[in-house]
């Protein structure tokens, strides 16, 4: 989970780390790339037929423009390259979250180069908008964010009869329980 690699990079390293749950995209990630910022990015992948989909993180370490590739040294895959296609793809399956490791004497760098997204509130509200833009845009929308789960349809209008859906749910992921009130979601 992001929030427990955040917290390793903050508790067992000298350098610092932001994760922000939306916002991302791939000019963002070269623009950090060619900064010296390492990025993380969850992401789908096909491993093999018979292990089939699974989540996954992945550093992207360099990027290509001419061959439309990012590199990634993958922890089970061994160095790869995806194409720029690939990876948004892959990445949207987790709604582009995504972690920058700093040192904190460059921080201002990354803040600078997040503008907008540094704002805790404006990330988590943009991630929530950006989902719900895909949900109903997207072909197969629906089915890219809740892939496998038999009734997550039935739950996802369920949510918006009763007030809405938890930003939690959308992107599995946001964290933030300190604003987020469960709701009592009946008949799911």
Same mark, same amino acid.
């Given at each position: 989970?992001?929030?427990?690699?955040?917290?390793?990079?903050?508790? *067992?390293?000298?350098?610092?780390?932001?994760?922000?749950? @939306?916002?991302?995209?791939?000019?963002?990630?070269?623009?950090?790339? +060619?900064?010296?910022?390492?990025?993380?990015?969850? =992401?789908? +992948?096909? /491993? /093999?037929?018979?292990?089939? !989909?699974?989540?996954?993180?992945?550093? #992207?370490?360099?990027?290509?423009?001419?061959?439309?590739?990012? /590199?990634?040294?993958?922890?089970?895959?061994?160095?790869?390259?995806?194409?720029?296609?690939? #990876? *948004?793809?892959? !990445?949207?399956?987790?709604?582009?979250?995504?972690?920058?490791?700093?040192?904190?004497?460059?921080?201002?760098?990354?803040?600078?180069?997040?503008?907008?997204?540094?704002?805790?509130?404006?990330?988590?509200?943009?991630?929530?908008?950006?989902?719900?833009?895909?949900?109903?845009?997207?072909?197969?929308? =629906?089915?890219?964010?809740?892939?496998?789960?038999? @009734?997550?349809?039935?739950? !996802?209008?369920?949510?918006?009869?009763? @007030?809405?859906?938890?930003? %939690?749910? /959308?992107?599995?992921?946001?964290?933030?329980?300190? %604003?987020?009130?469960?709701?009592?979601?009946? @008949?799911?």
């Amino acid at each position: 989970m992001p929030y427990e690699m955040l917290s390793y990079v903050h508790l *067992e390293t000298e350098l610092g780390a932001i994760v922000r749950y @939306g916002g991302g995209n791939l000019e963002l990630v070269k623009e950090l790339v +060619a900064n010296g910022f390492p990025v993380v990015i969850e =992401r789908g +992948a096909w /491993t /093999t037929p018979r292990e089939g !989909w699974m989540g996954h993180y992945g550093i #992207i370490a360099g990027y290509d423009d001419e061959k439309q590739e990012v /590199t990634i040294p993958d922890s089970y895959l061994g160095w790869i390259q995806m194409s720029y296609e690939d #990876i *948004e793809m892959y !990445w949207a399956q987790f709604d582009d979250i995504y972690m920058v490791i700093f040192p904190y004497e460059r921080e201002q760098e990354v803040h600078a180069i997040l503008g907008q997204q540094m704002d805790d509130a404006y990330n988590k509200q943009y991630a929530l908008d950006q989902v719900t833009a895909r949900l109903y845009t997207t072909k197969g929308g =629906r089915d890219l964010f809740l892939p496998g789960i038999a @009734g997550g349809v039935r739950l !996802w209008s369920k949510c918006k009869t009763f @007030g809405g859906v938890p930003p %939690n749910l /959308t992107t599995g992921l946001l964290k933030s329980t300190k %604003n987020f009130q469960r709701r009592n979601v009946p @008949g799911v």
